[in-house]
């Protein structure tokens, strides 16, 4: 009985130093993984019209050294709430922009990028003038 006690305390004291020698490692690599990058263009006032091609751009400077996904993807959205078209997939974010072309949209005055990456971020609204104005 006194045995078995012992070997449970015992027990019980390495689970509790592996699970607080845990966190102190995980947290450190957490921080240096977030990323909001911020995207430079479009931005306010920009007119994109449907079938240019445009650079998406944001700042890398403020980049983690290790990035966890560096594989990027960016979304158009507009603020009526439909299905964001993916506008650019399968490039590198550290890069810092990816040429895209001007879908067929309907023409708005509030549309905005998504880039996804480490972290999501939204740009500014900018202006898309599409091959129909309703
Ligand atoms: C985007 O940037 C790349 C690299 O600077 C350049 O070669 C390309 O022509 C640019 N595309 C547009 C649409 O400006
Ligand atoms: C949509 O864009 C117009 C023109 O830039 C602006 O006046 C308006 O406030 C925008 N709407 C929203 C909900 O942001």
Do not use: C
Request: hydrophobic share 40%.
């Amino acid at each position: 009985m006194k045995f078995t006690t012992a070997l449970t305390a015992l027990f019980v004291g390495a689970v509790t130093q592996l699970v607080s020698a845990a966190p102190a490692v995980a947290p450190v690599e957490d921080k240096r993984d977030v990323w909001d990058p911020k995207m430079t263009y479009p931005h306010a006032g920009v007119v994109w019209k449907y079938g240019q091609k445009h650079n998406v751009t944001w700042e890398t400077a403020d980049q983690p050294k290790q990035i966890t996904n560096s594989n990027g993807f960016i979304l158009l959205r507009s603020e009526d709430d439909e299905t964001p078209v993916l506008l650019a997939w399968n490039f590198d974010v550290r890069v810092g922009y990816v040429e895209v072309t001007v879908p067929p949209v309907l023409t708005g005055q509030n549309y905005s990028l998504v880039l996804f990456g480490d972290s999501g971020n939204w740009g500014d609204q900018f202006t898309i003038e599409g091959p129909i104005t309703l």
